[in-house]
């Protein structure tokens, strides 16, 4: 009793560190892109065509913090090719960023429009790609100790757009059961949705094998159990 309130207490604390943490980076990531501003008439640098006048009205009538997801989607989606550019894009960054604490959609959109990756970011200033990957790292971190449903968008994040020992270690050092078994309906259904190469070498580390087979020695629901079994299978044949 005594320890499963322990473990409580601890989880509880590093949710509040992390959070905390998180909040830091993103009031971090103001400042490094706080000198990027709106320069002359972000119309010219729109198409005619593809943004209205109204979407552009609505982005700039209010502070940059206040800005909503309906207000910055267009422009998250469509920044660089058909509205506004990479100055432009820098100058919100920082709020699209934010916004997808607590916005799956604009995971979604971000992951499938991305624009980081359109716009050179690895060349940008070093400041400017620190804050960003220690943001992605702490975003990934909070969606697996608070177990959010779409992990998998954050994981893809860091996949994506942070280092790929980083990613392995955030992964192998968590200790939660959730994840664990997000990794095995991953691996379980890996015919119907490919996992890249590089996350089903991390899922095949040692660690994670062990982890899974202590998870499946605990569990007490037989459909889990089953589940656990497989993946550990498949795994460990990709091990070796």
Not at 17 to 42: C, P, R
Not at 150 to 168: A, G, M, Q, R
């Amino acid at each position: 009793m005594r320890k499963t309130i322990a473990h409580m207490v601890m989880t509880f604390v590093l949710k509040i560190y992390i959070m905390k943490a998180l909040n830091q980076t993103i009031e971090n990531l103001y400042s490094v892109f706080s000198h990027y501003t709106i320069e002359s008439n972000l119309r010219d640098r729109c198409c005619d065509c593809c943004v209205t006048n109204y979407e552009i009205k609505s982005l700039l009538s209010k502070q940059l913090k206040n800005l909503n997801k309906d207000d910055i989607g267009h422009f998250m989606r469509s920044a660089i090719t058909t509205y506004g550019d990479v100055n432009d894009y820098k100058h919100f960054l920082p709020r699209i960023l934010e916004l997808l604490v607590n916005n799956e959609s604009l995971v979604d959109d971000f992951l499938t429009f991305e624009k980081l990756n359109y716009s050179q970011w690895l060349k940008w200033d070093l400041k400017e790609i620190k804050a960003i990957k220690k943001y992605f790292e702490l975003l990934l971190q909070k969606s697996i100790e608070n177990e959010l449903t779409n992990v998998s968008d954050f994981i893809f994040l860091n996949l994506e757009y942070n280092d790929i020992s980083l990613l392995e270690a955030i992964i192998i050092d968590s200790k939660s059961e959730k994840l664990l078994l997000k990794i095995v309906d991953d691996i379980i259904y890996e015919y119907k949705y490919p996992i890249d190469k590089r996350l089903s070498k991390i899922y095949s580390n040692k660690k994670i094998l062990n982890k899974l087979e202590s998870l499946f020695f605990r569990t007490k629901n037989e459909n889990d159990a089953n589940r656990i079994s497989i993946a550990y299978t498949i795994l460990e044949q990709n091990e070796n």
